[in-house]
């Protein structure tokens, strides 16, 4: 069974900084895209950033370019996100996603790209 559960969520401070971890269990995901998405209240679900298979190419959404960097062990099977110079903006429930396949020729950003999904983390940011 194929689980991904986050970890490192919590309340911070506006500038602060938090890394996120995702464990994947059930498969291997080393040649997986990853993702990380995030959902804040009443709002739809959004795009953070995207790795691809073998720590290749990543990718961001404007809102994180330059705050938010996107990592992977593949000994591990986990995917991170650093994030920092956090705003109140950056509040919501963060997503881990993983594809089954390596890359995408569409934008990485497309929720339907990614077959699993974790539960969620809340992250928090206070101003």
């Known amino acids: 069974q194929v689980q991904l559960v986050e970890s490192g969520g919590g309340s911070v401070q506006a500038g602060g900084s938090l890394r996120l971890s995702c464990t994947a269990s059930g498969r291997t995901f080393s040649s997986s895209a990853m993702a990380w998405f995030r959902q804040a209240p009443g709002k739809e679900r959004e795009f953070v950033s995207a790795i691809s298979g073998g720590a290749g190419p990543t990718n961001y959404a404007d809102s994180v370019k330059g705050r938010f960097t996107i990592s992977r062990d593949n000994g591990k099977n986990t995917v991170d996100l650093q994030m920092n110079s956090l705003t109140s903006e950056d509040t919501a429930v963060y997503y881990c996603?993983?594809?089954?396949?390596?890359?995408?020729?569409?934008?990485?950003?497309?929720?339907?790209?990614?077959?699993?999904w974790g539960q969620g983390t809340q992250v928090t940011v206070s101003s």
């Open positions: 996603a993983a594809s089954t396949y390596t890359w995408f020729s569409t934008p990485p950003n497309r929720p339907g790209n990614y077959n699993y």
